[in-house]
């Protein structure tokens, strides 16, 4: 939502704009324009290259850069000289990001803005609020991929592949992390069927995008007062939930700048944590039954929390409105970027054959037996792949982008009409009408 919200700003400064999946063929062969990407990892390396050689200017904007397991993890795994060296502009989500980045790259590229989602929180502040009359809706948000990844057993060696770890000694702090992790998981899992037991209470459960959802769906199965839902946008869940339990998730900073009460679950003594700076923003548990006794007892008690300014230093846009995209996008129209129009047949064009039909292979249109025959083993990694990408980022139609336009106008003060030509099934542009 945040992202439609940043294009929509983007589209009534009269710039036609692309909104897609990072893995969409649309962008493969681009060749003029800007290009905002979600990280600036050492993986995205090559792929930025390639923008820059064919004459787009690039900016990026770690969607992670807020919270991290440790400084040095993050150095490693998400920070790239390399990738500095090629891109035109750095956003920052504030100073102590800038702190952990700033010896890697070039101080005129910097611009701290914070992070669009937290641009659109003000406004759901302002909007009338679920009341917390029976049932109580409670959204769970939860971050196990390192336990319960769509990929199963082979996250590790996908980890190892794009080098996020490279050494035996990562692979076993990895191996740690994920041990104390599993016990936080199966924690929430006994949240959640308590839960289920009280209807009073009406549960939502928000899977990581890198999450397998078929365990949630199974419990889910069980109680009528539980469902999962990994589709509907935050911004909407946070307008229709009374509260947000979580762990270590940037979902607990958006709920509590959206004026929700919100609830930290983690039990004692790990001796290896995902970090702590988000449950800063809760009301703290270790187990389960004292969450369950706290909401019964609806006693919510005020918890202490970092002062503005401190909270500004890792979000600059904390608490204020389209501060963050307005900056993006004014520093977009001060680039000298190429014009170069292209139509939709282009995008469509650049989706191509290769993309329609992996969909049909993953989508059992055409026959597997016969596709082994004419393929490879490098085929059925593709389509794997492919697999994993629709699991994470859903299939889009062209009425759920028109919805979401009229609920963000709803919300905000945006008036315009916007055009919109889908290219794929995860990619449309956009256009003031």
């Not at 679950?265 to 700076?277: A, H, K, M, V, W």
């Not at 904390?318 to 970027?337: A, F, G, H, P, Y």
């Not at 593709?382 to 709803?410: G, T």
Request: net charge positive; hydrophobic share 35%.
């Amino acid at each position: 939502m945040a992202k439609l919200f940043l294009g929509m700003r983007a589209a009534s400064k009269g710039m036609v704009v692309v909104i897609g999946s990072h893995s969409s063929h649309c962008f493969k062969n681009v060749s003029s324009g800007f290009l905002l990407h979600k990280d600036h990892a050492p993986w995205s390396y090559e792929k930025i290259l390639n923008l820059k050689r064919s004459g787009v200017c690039v900016g990026v904007l770690d969607e992670e850069g807020l919270i991290y397991r440790s400084e040095e993890i993050y150095k490693t795994t998400r920070v790239s000289e390399k990738v500095f060296q090629e891109v035109d502009v750095v956003y920052l989500w504030g100073s102590e990001q800038k702190r952990l980045v700033e010896e890697y790259v070039d101080k005129g590229k910097i611009k701290i803005v914070g992070n669009p989602r937290f641009d659109l929180l003000k406004y759901i502040k302002n909007q009338k609020q679920a009341q917390p009359n029976e049932p109580y809706n409670i959204l769970i948000n939860t971050r196990f991929p390192s336990c319960n990844n769509i990929r199963g057993s082979g996250e590790l060696d996908n980890l190892i592949k794009i080098g996020v770890i490279s050494s035996e000694e990562q692979k076993q702090t990895y191996l740690n992390y994920v041990e104390k992790d599993e016990i936080i998981f199966k924690e929430f899992l006994r949240l959640i069927k308590l839960f289920g037991d009280e209807k009073k209470f009406f549960v939502t459960i928000r899977p990581h995008p890198a999450e397998s959802i078929e365990i949630y769906k199974k419990i889910a199965e069980g109680y009528s007062n539980v469902i999962v839902d990994n589709e509907t946008e935050l911004v909407k869940q946070l307008i229709l939930n009374n509260c947000v339990i979580h762990d270590g998730c940037t979902t607990a900073i958006e709920a509590y700048a959206a004026g929700k009460p919100v609830i930290g679950l983690r039990p004692q003594n790990l001796s290896f944590e995902y970090g702590d700076f988000c449950n800063r923003f809760s009301n703290n548990f270790s187990n389960a039954d004292d969450v369950l006794s706290y909401l019964k007892s609806s006693d919510f008690k005020s918890f202490a929390l970092m002062p503005k300014q401190e909270v500004k230093k890792y979000i600059k846009n904390w608490l204020s409105e389209r501060d963050c995209v307005d900056k993006i996008v004014s520093s977009i129209q001060e680039m000298n970027i190429n014009e170069e129009y292209y139509d939709i047949k282009k995008f469509k064009q650049e989706a191509g054959f290769k993309s329609k039909l992996i969909s049909y292979v993953v989508s059992g249109k055409i026959n597997h037996y016969l596709m082994s025959f004419f393929f490879n083993k490098k085929l059925k990694k593709i389509m794997a792949k492919h697999a994993v990408a629709n699991s994470k980022f859903p299939i889009i139609s062209k009425q759920l982008v028109s919805d979401n336009i009229e609920f963000l106008k709803n919300l905000t003060d945006i008036e315009e009409a916007y055009q919109i030509d889908m290219i794929d099934d995860k990619s449309f542009v956009l256009r003031i009408k």
